[in-house]
């Protein structure tokens, strides 16, 4: 007999109030699952987060598998590939080309090899990722997504997690929903990677990356679907509001990503990869292995204005 799984409470307009079942939704409604004919997926979560097997990454991609690919990273938000031990920066590079091109952060320690960044913790004294963001979103036209590689990895910790803020979005109240869909929110890069710089270093680089602004609500550019899109160390107001309530709400939609049935967390080995979709999701490398040392690269995939 099928069990009837009993409607969701409506969401509580205080999110941590919220308990019972969540709206887990892979991909948007009306979209079947894809049947992969190269890829071989095992989700890691009901609806972000799968890890595949089957493919060597140090291999040209030709076009069935990159098509697969671009389809796994859509369907899953964030794909996992391990053992890639023949990969280095030269297929880095050819596996971010299925997407697009290379894009520097113009704030991470360079590789050596262009468009690779190497976060290192020789060179990032502990790293300071470990805040929930979206890659790049103080550019007016943020980064559509990464690739990272683990170079080395501490024997404990230093783990990555990932939340699906598709997902964050649909569980929102009605009454949030109704008051965010319009709105609009200035990113900038300034109160985060800013505050370690000289005044006269922040003003030479803001004449290349101004604030910029995004919908709060943003239409993924590849599946239409509405995406919860504001991130703590980037967006810093909502457009239109006074200063109270637009921090209010800023923090509240900022615990979003913290809810627990929204993410995917991943252990690194050497020479795993992780791709995400960096606007369907936000991101937060651990940050608990200090002293130990930890070496990775990624390269961002350059992105489109978004709407
Ligand atoms: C990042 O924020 O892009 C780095 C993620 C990580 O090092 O796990």
Not at 2 to 24: E, N, Q
Request: glycine share 6%; aromatic share 8%.
């Amino acid at each position: 007999m099928a069990t009837t799984i009993p409607t969701p409470k409506p969401a509580l307009d205080k999110p941590l109030m919220h308990y019972g079942r969540r709206v887990l939704d892979r991909t948007a409604p009306g979209n079947s699952p894809t049947q992969y004919q190269i890829l071989d997926i095992s989700p890691l979560t009901l609806h972000i987060g799968a890890e595949i097997t089957g493919v060597d990454l140090s291999q040209p991609i030709g076009d069935d598998l990159a098509e697969e690919l671009r389809q796994a990273l859509l369907e899953w938000k964030v794909i996992f590939f391990r053992d890639q031990h023949a990969f280095g920066p030269e297929q880095h590079l050819a596996l971010a080309g299925v997407w697009g091109a290379p894009e520097e952060n113009p704030f991470f320690p360079k590789s050596g090899t262009a468009g690779v960044s190497r976060l290192a913790k020789d060179a990032m004294a502990i790293g300071n990722e470990n805040i929930w963001h979206s890659d790049h979103s103080f550019m007016a036209a943020p980064a559509l997504g990464s690739v990272l590689r683990a170079v080395e990895v501490p024997p404990a910790g230093g783990d990555t997690m990932w939340a699906d803020m598709a997902v964050a979005y649909d569980n929102l109240s009605a009454s949030m929903k109704e008051r965010i869909d319009t709105l609009t929110a200035v990113h900038d890069w300034v109160p985060s990677w800013g505050s370690a710089m000289t005044e006269d270093r922040v003003t030479r680089l803001r004449q290349t990356l101004p604030p910029v602004e995004h919908p709060v609500v943003v239409r993924h550019p590849r599946t239409g679907r509405k995406v919860l899109y504001v991130n703590e160390p980037f967006t810093t107001r909502i457009v239109g509001l006074s200063d109270t309530e637009s921090r209010e709400l800023l923090g509240e939609l900022a615990l979003q990503a913290r809810i627990p049935e929204y993410q995917v967390r991943f252990r690194w080995q050497p020479d795993s990869i992780a791709i995400w979709d960096n606007i369907a999701v936000q991101h937060y490398a651990i940050n608990d292995y200090y002293p130990q040392r930890r070496v990775m690269e990624r390269i961002a995939i350059a992105g489109v204005p978004l709407s």
